[in-house]
């Protein structure tokens, strides 16, 4: 009895289905798992960037600005690494988030002028984030170029 379960499970369409999905998870590349880590911490130190720089009580809108940009970059991150043939379409959003945070210091103050390391934090993060933007569209397209070509 317990062979016949099996034997009726193993014709289940979604098995062939898990087990395509795991295959394609296990080949994921470590450059794809770095960019992808990194985009994550690189969203995580913007979002929290307020309170390490301490600028928090100082510029509240950039405060507000760089904790949503940070959050919704780390999300992004954390989407790329758990299903990345479904996020290859939010990969690019990515670069602009970096671009803003390189402008925010200028845009997001009041006084259009923040303190050197604010802009400094800001810059290198927001430049860093945009590089791993355009690596994490190269990788989505080569996965894309792939998928293509499995089918």
């Known amino acids: 009895m317990g062979t016949h379960r099996?034997?009726?499970?193993?014709?289940?369409?979604?098995?062939a289905e898990m087990r395509e999905w795991l295959e394609r998870s296990g080949s994921t590349s470590n450059s794809a798992i770095a960019v992808e880590g990194l985009i994550l911490l690189a969203g995580v130190y913007a979002a929290i960037s307020p309170w390490v720089i301490h600028f928090a009580a100082q510029t509240p809108?950039?405060?507000?600005?760089?904790?949503?940009?940070?959050i919704t970059i780390a999300l992004i991150?954390?989407?790329?690494?758990?299903?990345?043939d479904?996020?290859?379409?939010?990969?690019?959003m990515i670069v602009p988030l970096g671009l803003w945070l390189i402008i925010s210091p200028w845009v997001a103050?009041?006084?259009h002028?923040?303190?050197?390391?604010?802009i400094w934090?800001?810059?290198i993060v927001g430049a860093l984030t945009v590089l791993?933007?355009?690596?994490?569209?190269?990788?989505?397209?080569?996965?894309?170029?792939?998928h293509d070509m499995r089918r």
């Open 61 to 70: 809108s950039l405060t507000a600005s760089n904790l949503i940009v940070g």
């Open 86 to 92: 479904r996020m290859l379409r939010v990969a690019w």
């Open 121 to 123: 934090s800001n810059v």
């Open 132 to 146: 791993l933007g355009l690596a994490a569209m190269g990788l989505t397209i080569g996965r894309s170029r792939h």
């Open 77 to 84: 991150g954390f989407a790329l690494t758990l299903a990345p």
């Open 113 to 118: 002028s923040a303190r050197a390391g604010i």
């Open 6 to 15: 099996h034997g009726a499970m193993g014709l289940h369409p979604e098995l």
């Open 109 to 111: 103050t009041a006084a």
